[in-house]
């Protein structure tokens, strides 16, 4: 089946920095999902980008499908930003979705 | 609007108890789906359900899982005579369409975490 690699596995920024997640895949896929996944286990939307380029405030993301792999961008990172992000893709099985996880990048935020 | 929601929250059961999870995805979404997250793990696909159509038990890990959708809304997942490496959080989400749509985000509840003793 499908692979998804993230990088890095773990992360720790200083209050302010910037950040680059990286997600690579190992097939053609057409549902892309980054999540942040914050200390009481909720998983919450980050962006449904398949292909482009999305920002949303301080986070933005690009995924170039044609070379297998989406970037997620952290500026200005503060402590609320802590937790496990995932990158989960998506591709057509039998005619369904399911959603195949990565093993997250752990992020740290100290003040 | 309301979010994905599921019951209970924690679930402790003792080696060998049957376990019902409860999961109610967003309202008019068609597609609903169960995934489990083991600790320090990501999460990995158990089961789909798309309008009236048979699911599909793919990820299922055993025949003592199993999972019903009720009307096309509520879904119960169901582990008979649990073990201790059934302990995970359950995850429950749903998306407005399923298969055949170029829009399928995906939604997700709380979660259930079950310890098996």
């Known amino acids: 089946g499908i692979q998804v690699e993230q990088s890095p596995p773990d992360l720790i920024l200083q209050e302010g920095a910037n950040s680059t997640l990286r997600c690579n895949f190992s097939d053609s896929v057409n549902n892309l999902q980054w999540f942040h996944q914050n200390p009481w286990g909720q998983l919450i939307n980050l962006f449904y980008?398949?292909?482009g380029t999305k920002q949303n405030g301080r986070l933005s993301a690009t995924t170039v499908a044609t070379e297998r792999y989406s970037l997620l961008y952290i500026s200005s990172s503060q402590t609320t930003d802590s937790g496990v992000y995932f990158c989960?893709?998506?591709?057509?099985?039998?005619?369904?979705?399911?959603?195949?996880f990565g093993t997250g990048t752990r992020l740290l935020v100290s003040p | 609007g309301a979010g994905v929601s599921q019951s209970p929250s924690n679930k402790v059961t003792e080696k060998g108890k049957d376990v019902e999870l409860r999961c109610d995805p967003i309202?008019?979404?068609?597609?609903l789906y169960w995934y489990r997250q083991r600790l320090g793990q990501g999460l990995e696909f158990l089961i789909y359900f798309q309008g009236n159509s048979a699911p599909d038990k793919s990820g299922l890990p055993s025949d003592r899982f199993s999972a019903e959708r009720t009307g096309g809304s509520v879904s119960t997942l169901t582990i008979q005579r649990t073990q201790q490496e059934d302990s995970a959080v359950y995850l429950c989400?749903?998306?407005?369409?399923?298969?055949?749509?170029?829009?399928?985000?995906?939604?997700f509840g709380p979660g259930t975490r079950l310890t098996v003793l």
């Open positions: 989960a893709v998506g591709r057509p099985y039998t005619g369904f979705q399911k959603l195949v």
């Open positions: 980008i398949p292909s």
């Open positions: 309202s008019g979404h068609t597609a």
């Open positions: 989400a749903s998306s407005p369409r399923g298969s055949g749509s170029t829009y399928n985000e995906q939604f």
